[in-house]
C-alpha cells in the first residue's frame, strides 16, 4: 500500500490551506500556540468516534456505526453515576478516577459486544442494528441520569486526561493519537486486520478462506464500543459533567471524517492516518469559521456540503481516471495507423 494517495494528498493540502487562511483573516492568532492547543484538544473525541466508523465500515455487510455518540454517554453517564455512589471526587480523586474509567470502559465493552452479536449471529443489518441501540443506549441513559446532567467534577487524573498538558501538547491529543497508531498497525500489519478489510472487500472469499468472518464482526464492533467510551470519558474530563444528550451532532460529523478519509462505504478499505488527518481537518475549519464570526449554522451546512461532496468525489477515482486516460492515450500512440 503505497504511503502516499490522493485522501492523503487532498487532506494535507486542506489543512496547508486552513492554516494559511486561518492566520490571514486572524492576523495570526489562529495559530497561536494557545488556539493550536484549544483545538488539538477538542480533536480527540469526535476523532475517535470516527475511527470508529471506519472500523464499521471496512468490515462490510453495509457496516455503519450510528450508535457512538450515544453509547459515549451512555459510559460516561454509568460511570459518574456508580463512582458519585461510592467515592468522593475531592477526597478520593485517584480511586474515583480509576473507578471512572474502568466502569466507561467496560459500559463501552459491554455495548460494542451487544452490537457485535446482534450483527453477527442475528444477521441484521448494521445500520439497522446500531440504529436500534442508539435509542436503546440513549433511553438507559435517561433512566440511569432521570434526564439530567450528572456531576463529575475534577479530579486530578480525570482532569488531567481531558485538560492537562504534556510538552504543551494536550494529554487527550496524545492519547488519541496512541489510540490510533495502534488501530492502524492491527489493521496493517496483523492477520486480523487482513481477515476485517477482505471481509468488507469480499466477504465471499473470507467466507471460503475459512476466515473466522463472526468473530471478526464482533471483535470489531467490541472495539469500536471501547474507543466510544474512551471518547466519553475524554467528554467528561473536558466538561466536568456528562449527560446524555451531549454531542447531537457528532454522529454527522464521525462519517463526514470517515468519508473525508477515503474510507469505502461499502467495505474493504480505510486509513487510520487519513481519518487522524481528516479529524483535524474539521477541527480546523470549525476554529476558522469561529474567528470569522460565523455562526455554527454555517459550520453545519460546511460540514453537510463536505459531507455531500465527498460522497460525490468517492464514486470518481480521480486517480483511476487518469490513469484510465494515461493508458489510453499511450495504446493510441502504439497502435499503427492505416495509410492510404
Given at each position: 500500500?503505497?504511503f ?153 487524573p480525570?482532569?488531567e ?18 489510540v ?28 471460503y ?43 454527522l ?15 474493504g ?72
Amino acid at each position: 500500500m503505497r504511503f502516499f494517495d490522493g485522501h492523503l494528498t487532498v487532506l494535507i493540502g486542506l489543512i496547508i490551506t486552513l492554516m494559511t487562511a486561518g492566520a490571514i483573516v486572524s492576523d495570526g492568532n489562529y495559530l497561536s500556540l494557545f488556539n493550536l492547543q484549544s483545538m488539538a484538544g477538542q480533536v480527540p473525541e469526535i476523532g475517535l468516534l470516527a475511527i470508529g466508523v471506519l472500523l464499521a465500515m471496512c468490515v462490510g455487510n453495509g457496516g455503519i456505526e450510528l450508535s457512538g455518540i450515544a453509547l459515549a454517554n451512555l459510559s460516561g453517564v454509568v460511570a459518574a453515576t456508580i463512582a458519585v455512589s461510592f467515592f468522593s471526587a475531592s477526597q478520593d480523586p485517584e480511586i474515583f478516577s480509576l473507578i471512572f474509567i474502568v466502569v466507561a470502559l467496560a459500559t463501552g465493552f459491554l455495548g460494542g459486544l451487544l452490537n457485535g452479536l446482534l450483527i453477527a449471529y442475528l444477521k441484521i443489518t448494521a445500520i439497522l442494528c446500531t440504529l436500534g441501540t442508539q435509542m436503546l443506549f440513549i433511553g438507559l441513559a435517561v433512566a440511569i441520569s432521570d434526564g439530567r446532567s450528572v456531576r463529575v467534577g475534577a479530579p486530578g487524573p480525570l482532569y488531567e486526561i481531558g485538560n492537562g498538558l504534556l510538552f504543551e501538547i494536550p494529554i487527550s491529543f496524545l492519547l488519541f493519537i496512541g489510540v490510533a497508531c495502534i488501530i492502524g498497525f492491527v489493521l496493517r500489519y496483523t492477520p486480523f486486520g487482513m481477515w476485517l478489510m477482505l471481509n468488507g472487500s469480499n466477504p465471499k472469499a473470507a467466507e471460503y478462506a475459512g476466515f473466522p468472518k463472526n468473530k471478526v464482526i464482533i471483535s470489531t464492533y467490541t472495539v469500536s464500543g471501547i474507543l466510544s467510551s474512551l471518547a466519553g470519558i475524554i467528554i467528561a474530563a473536558r466538561t466536568i459533567n456528562v449527560k446524555w444528550d451531549y454531542g447531537t451532532s457528532y454522529l454527522l460529523v464521525a462519517i463526514l471524517i470517515a468519508v473525508m478519509a477515503g474510507v469505502k462505504p461499502e467495505g474493504g478499505y480505510g486509513r487510520v492516518i487519513c481519518v487522524v488527518l481528516s479529524a483535524i481537518t474539521l477541527q480546523m475549519m470549525s476554529s476558522m469559521l469561529n474567528f470569522m464570526g460565523l455562526s455554527n449554522f454555517i459550520r453545519d451546512f460546511a460540514w453537510g456540503a463536505l459531507l455531500l461532496g465527498f460522497l460525490g468525489i468517492g464514486r470518481f477515482r480521480l486517480l483511476d481516471l487518469i490513469n484510465l486516460q494515461k493508458h489510453a492515450i499511450s495504446a493510441s500512440v502504439r497502435s499503427p495507423h492505416a495509410q492510404k
